[in-house]
C-alpha cells in the first residue's frame, strides 16, 4: 500500500467490514455444529413421532417380540438384551485389561517402551471395525468353536462381544492413563516415605485417587460399545432374542440382535418404508439418548476429578 | 496389615509375601498390555497370512527375496541411520517417490472415472479467474485481493458450468491423453517450473517447465506408435518422473554429504523387480497372493474370485473422501479458529462458546449410525424438496455427494477438536508481537498463528480421513450399494465405497471370497489405514522437536 502511513492509526471502511466479514464467516463454520445436534434431533424426533402414531410407547418399550418385518412387532427388548450381552462381553475384556494396560504405562513401563506400546495400542481404535467384524465371523468363531468346550454358532455373540471388546481397549487405556499419570507425584511420594512398595503405591494411592478418571472411560467406553454397528452386524448374526435365562451360556453362543444391527437390517430390507423405516429413527433416538446419557454422566465424573487436584 | 506400627521388623515371611504380590501385580499388568499388543498382532498375522499365502511359497522363493531385497534394505538402513545428513535425505527421496506415484495413481484414477473432459473443462475456468486476479493483485495490493481469490474460483466453476454444453460439444472429439496433458502435465510443469525458479533462477524454472511438457509429449508420441494408450504413460511421465527427477537433481547440487540417501526407494523397487524376475526365470514357486494387481485393478465379479477386483470401490472411496475433506476440512478448521481465537470466554457469547464446545465433545461420541440417520433424513427430506438438484439425488442408491456429505458432519468434531488443540499451542507472545506491528486479529491469524498450527492441524485432518476411509454403517443405512461394479461417474453419481464390499461378502458361502478376496481387500484398508496414521505420527513427532 502506498498509503500505509495514514492507515496505521485508523483503519478504512473497507478493513473493518473485512475483518467482519471473515468473523462472520468462521462463526458460521461453529453454528454449523449446532445445526449438527440440531438437525439429529429433529431428523430423530420427527419420524420417531410418526411411528409411536402408529405402535404405542408401551408396546414398543415392553414388547419382547422384535420382527418388524415379518410380524410386525415392534417390541425393543430384545435387542436391548443382545446390545447388553455384548457390551458385557466387551466389558469383561475391556474394562481390566485397558486398566492394566494404564497402569503399566504410567506406572511401570520405561519411557521408551511406553512411546513405542502408546501408539502400537492405538491402532486397536484405528482398525476400521468392518475389518474387525470379518476377523471375528471368519477367524475368531472357528477358533474358540476349537478351543472352548461350547457349542458355538456361526453367528455369536461371544466372539461379536470380545471383539468390540478389543475395540474399545484403546478408549479405557489412554482415558485411565491420563487419570492416573495426573495424580500429583507428591502423593506417591508420601507413600513411599513410609515405606510402601511399588504394589502398594499403584493399588492402593495411584489408583483410588484416580478412580473418577477411571470409572469416567469405563462409562465412555461402554457407550462406544453400545454404539458399535459393524462388528456385531456382521459377526453377531441378526436374531433377535429375549435373554435365556437359567442357561446363561446361550446367551453368548446365539446369535443376537442389538439396537445398532436393528437399525442397520431395517435399512438393508427391500422396499424399507412407512412404520418400518419409521422404526428405524425410533431405534436411533434410543440409541442416541442411551449414549448421549453415558457420555455427560462420565464428563460430569470426569469434571469432578480434575476439581479434586487441581 | 499387623505389622502397621513398624513395619521394618516385618519378618521374611511378611517381606516375601509383598515381594510375590507386587511380581504377580506386575506380571499381570504386563499380561494385559500382552493382550493388547498380540490380538493386534494375530489380526495383522492372520488376514495377511490369507491375502499373501507366504505357505505356498518353497523354501528358494524366500532366500532369492532375502538376497534381492531384505540384505540390501538392510544393509543400507543400517548406514543411513547412522548419517543424520543421508537420513535426512532418504526421509525426502522416499516421499517424493512413493507420494509421487500414488498421488499421480489416485489423479489419473478419479479423473479417469470422472471423464477427464469435465474434469479438464471445470479446472480450466476454475483456475483462469482467480490466476487472472492474482497477476493483478501481484502488480496492485487491494483489500479486495483476499476475499477476490475464492469468488473467482465460485465464478470460474459457475461459468463453466454455463458453457458447459457448447465447450464439451468442441472438445469431445479430443483424445482422453490430450485431456489429461491439460489436467496433470500443464499443472505439474507450472508447479516445478516455480519450484526451481525459486530455487535456481528463472532461466532453470522455464527449462524445467519445457522439459516436463516435451517429455509428457514425447511419452505419448512414443505410446501411440507403440499402439498403447498414452494416457497412463502421460500421467506417470509427468506426474512421477518429473517431481523425482527435479528434487534428485536439487538435493545432489544443493547437499554435500549423505547424497546415497536418494537411493533408497530405488534399493526397494529394484529389489521388489529383481526378485520378480529372477523368480519367474529360475522357475520358483511363489507366493499363493490374493492381493494381486489383477484384485487391485478388475471390477468386481460376484463368481468368479480369482477374476474379482476392487477397483470401483477403491475409486469409489477416494472420490467420497476426497468429496468429504472438500466440504467439512474448511468448515471445521473453521469453527476451531472461530471458538479459539474470536469467542469471547464472558458474556453471553462466551457461554455461547462454552455451550459450542461441550456441543462439540457430545457430538464426538454420538455413535456412527446415527450419523447415518441424519444423512438419511437430510437427503430424503430436505434434497427431495429441492428442485434444481438432480432428480436422482435422495433416492436410492445413495450418490457420491450424499456420502460425503454424511461422512463430513461425522468427522467434523474430530477436525474440530484437533485443529483446537493446534492453534491452543501457539504460543501467546506470537500474536502480541504480531498485534504490535499493527495486523489486524485475521491478519495475525493468517499470516502468524495459522502457519503455526498447520502440523498440528494436518495431523487431525490425516487421522480424520483414516476414519473414514474404513467408515461403514452410515453409508449402509444412506443406502449406497454395498456390491458395485463401476466406479461413481462423478460427485453426482452412484457412491461405491471398499468397505461396503468387505461388509457384502465377508460372509461369502464361496470360501475363496471369505478367505482370499476379502482377506486381501482388507489388507488394502488395513495399508492405508496404517500409512495415513504413521503419516499423522511422523508429522507430529517432527513439530513437537522442533
Keep these: 500500500m502506498s498509503d500505509r502511513q495514514t492507515t496505521t492509526l485508523q483503519r478504512d471502511g473497507v478493513a473493518v467490514t473485512k475483518e467482519r466479514l471473515y468473523r462472520l464467516l468462521l462463526a458460521g463454520c461453529a453454528a454449523t455444529t449446532l445445526a449438527v445436534t440440531s438437525g439429529i434431533i429433529i431428523a430423530l424426533l420427527g419420524r420417531t413421532v410418526a411411528f409411536f402414531g402408529e405402535v404405542s410407547v408401551i408396546a414398543y418399550l415392553t414388547g419382547t417380540e422384535w420382527s418388524p418385518v415379518i410380524n410386525g412387532t415392534f417390541g425393543v427388548l430384545p435387542l436391548i438384551s443382545g446390545t447388553l450381552v455384548i457390551t458385557a462381553v466387551s466389558a469383561a475384556i475391556a474394562l481390566p485389561v485397558g486398566l492394566g494396560i494404564a497402569i503399566y504405562l504410567s506406572e511401570y513401563a520405561a519411557p521408551k517402551v511406553r512411546s513405542v506400546l502408546k ?31 461350547l457349542d458355538l454358532g456361526t453367528f455369536n455373540a461371544l466372539s461379536a462381544g470380545i471383539v468390540v471388546g478389543l475395540v474399545i481397549i484403546p478408549m479405557v487405556s489412554s482415558i485411565s492413563e491420563d487419570a492416573i499419570s495426573s495424580v500429583p507425584d507428591s502423593l506417591r511420594n508420601a507413600a513411599y516415605g513410609l515405606g510402601s512398595t511399588k504394589f502398594d503405591v499403584s493399588t492402593k494411592v495411584v489408583v483410588p485417587a484416580a478412580t473418577s478418571g477411571i470409572v469416567s472411560s469405563y462409562v465412555l467406553a461402554l457407550s462406544r460399545a453400545i454404539g458399535e454397528t459393524m462388528i456385531v452386524v456382521i459377526a453377531a448374526g441378526l436374531s433377535p432374542k429375549m435373554p435365556f435365562f437359567p442357561d446363561v451360556l446361550r446367551n453368548l453362543t446365539s446369535s443376537v440382535q442389538t439396537i445398532t444391527s436393528g437399525i442397520v437390517q431395517v435399512a438393508g430390507a427391500e422396499n424399507a418404508s412407512g412404520v418400518l423405516l419409521d422404526a428405524m429413527f425410533a431405534l436411533g433416538i434410543t440409541l442416541f439418548v442411551l449414549t448421549l446419557t453415558m457420555n455427560i454422566l462420565a464428563e460430569a465424573v470426569r469434571r469432578r476429578y480434575r476439581e479434586e487436584y487441581n | 496389615m499387623a505389622t502397621e506400627t513398624d513395619p521394618t521388623f516385618e519378618g521374611d515371611a511378611g517381606l516375601w509375601r509383598r515381594k510375590l504380590a507386587g511380581q504377580a501385580f506386575e506380571s499381570l499388568l504386563v499380561a494385559s498390555t500382552l493382550v493388547g499388543v498380540l490380538a493386534l498382532v494375530a489380526l495383522f498375522v492372520v488376514i495377511g497370512n490369507d491375502a499373501f499365502g507366504p505357505s505356498a511359497a518353497e523354501p528358494a ?115 482422453d491423453w490430450i485431456m489429461f496433458l491439460v489436467v496433470v502435465t500443464v499443472p505439474v510443469a507450472a508447479g516445478l517450473g516455480l519450484f526451481v525458479t525459486w530455487r535456481w533462477s528463472r532461466r532453470y524454472g522455464v527449462v524445467t517447465a519445457v522439459a516436463v511438457l516435451a517429455a509428457a509429449l514425447a511419452t505419448a508420441g512414443g505410446a501411440i506408435t507403440q499402439g498403447i494408450d498414452p494416457a497412463v504413460w502421460v500421467v506417470l511421465v509427468s506426474g512421477v518422473v518429473g517431481p523425482v527427477a527435479v528434487v534428485s537433481l536439487d538435493t545432489i547440487q544443493r547437499r554435500d554429504s549423505g547424497r546415497y540417501g536418494l537411493l533408497g526407494p530405488w534399493i526397494l523397487v529394484g529389489g521388489i523387480v529383481a526378485g520378480a524376475s529372477l523368480e519367474r526365470q529360475l522357475g520358483i514357486e511363489g507366493l499363493d497372493a490374493w492381493l494381486t494387481p489383477t484384485l487391485l485393478l478388475n471390477s468386481w465379479s460376484s463368481f468368479r474370485p480369482e477374476q474379482a477386483g476392487i477397483y470401483p470401490q477403491l475409486v469409489g472411496s477416494i472420490l467420497v473422501v476426497g468429496t468429504m475433506a472438500f466440504l467439512a476440512f ?3 478448521v473453521g469453527a476451531a479458529i472461530y471458538l479459539e481465537e474470536y469467542a469471547p470466554s464472558t458474556g453471553w457469547r462466551g457461554r455461547l462458546a462454552t455451550a459450542l464446545d461441550v456441543n462439540i465433545s457430545n457430538l464426538a461420541g454420538v455413535p456412527s449410525v446415527v450419523y447415518g440417520l441424519l444423512g438419511l433424513s437430510l437427503f430424503q427430506n430436505f434434497f427431495g424438496i429441492a428442485p434444481w438438484l438432480p432428480p436422482a439425488l435422495g433416492l436410492r442408491p445413495a450418490l457420491v455427494i450424499a456420502a460425503a456429505v454424511t461422512l463430513g458432519l461425522l468427522i467434523l468434531p474430530i477436525v474440530i477438536v484437533s485443529s483446537q488443540e493446534a492453534l491452543r499451542s501457539v504460543p501467546d507472545e506470537l500474536r502480541q508481537g504480531s498485534y504490535g506491528l499493527g495486523a489486524s486479529r485475521w491478519q495475525t491469524i493468517r499470516n502468524v498463528v495459522l502457519p503455526e498450527a498447520v502440523p498440528g492441524i494436518l495431523t487431525g485432518m490425516i487421522l480424520a480421513l483414516g476414519r473414514a476411509i474404513g467408515e461403514t454403517a452410515p453409508l449402509v443405512i444412506i443406502g449406497v450399494a454395498t ?23 465377508a460372509a461369502n458361502s464361496i470360501p475363496a471370497y471369505r478367505t482370499g478376496v476379502v482377506a486381501a481387500a482388507s489388507v488394502v484398508l488395513l495399508v492405508t489405514m496404517l500409512v495415513m496414521n504413521s503419516t499423522a505420527i511422523l508429522i507430529r513427532n517432527r513439530y513437537e522437536n522442533n
Excluded at chain 2, 140 to 147: I, K, L, M, Q, V
Excluded at chain 2, 161 to 170: I, K, Q
Design chain 2, 483 to 505: 456390491t458395485t461394479y463401476s466406479a461413481p461417474e462423478g460427485v453426482f453419481g452412484s457412491a461405491a465405497a471398499l468397505p461396503l464390499q468387505i461388509f457384502a461378502s
Design chain 2, 330 to 332: 474448511p468448515v471445521g
Design chain 2, 61 to 175: 522363493w524366500f532366500l532369492l527375496y532375502f538376497g534381492t531385497l531384505v540384505a540390501p534394505i538392510s544393509v543400507y538402513t543400517l548406514l543411513v541411520r547412522r548419517d543424520e545428513a543421508a537420513s535426512s535425505i532418504n526421509g525426502l527421496s522416499f516421499m517424493t517417490v512413493f507420494g509421487s506415484l500414488i498421488g499421480s495413481a489416485v489423479v489419473f484414477a478419479v479423473v479417469d472415472a470422472v471423464r477427464p473432459h469435465d474434469v479438464a473443462i471445470y479446472l480450466v475456468f476454475g483456475s483462469l479467474f482467480p490466476a487472472i486476479v492474482f497477476a493483478y493483485a501481484r502488480n496492485r495490493e487491494s483489500h479486495y485481493t483476499g476475499p477476490a481469490l475464492p469468488l473467482s474460483v465460485l465464478v470460474g466453476l459457475v461459468t463453466a458450468r454455463a458453457l458447459y454444453a457448447p465447450v464439451n460439444s468442441v472438445i469431445a472429439i479430443v483424445a
Design chain 1, 119 to 149: 501408539p502400537t495400542l492405538e491402532i486397536l481404535a484405528a482398525i476400521p471395525t468392518v475389518v474387525y467384524g470379518y476377523f471375528a465371523l471368519v477367524y475368531v468363531t472357528p477358533f474358540l468353536d476349537g478351543v472352548l468346550p
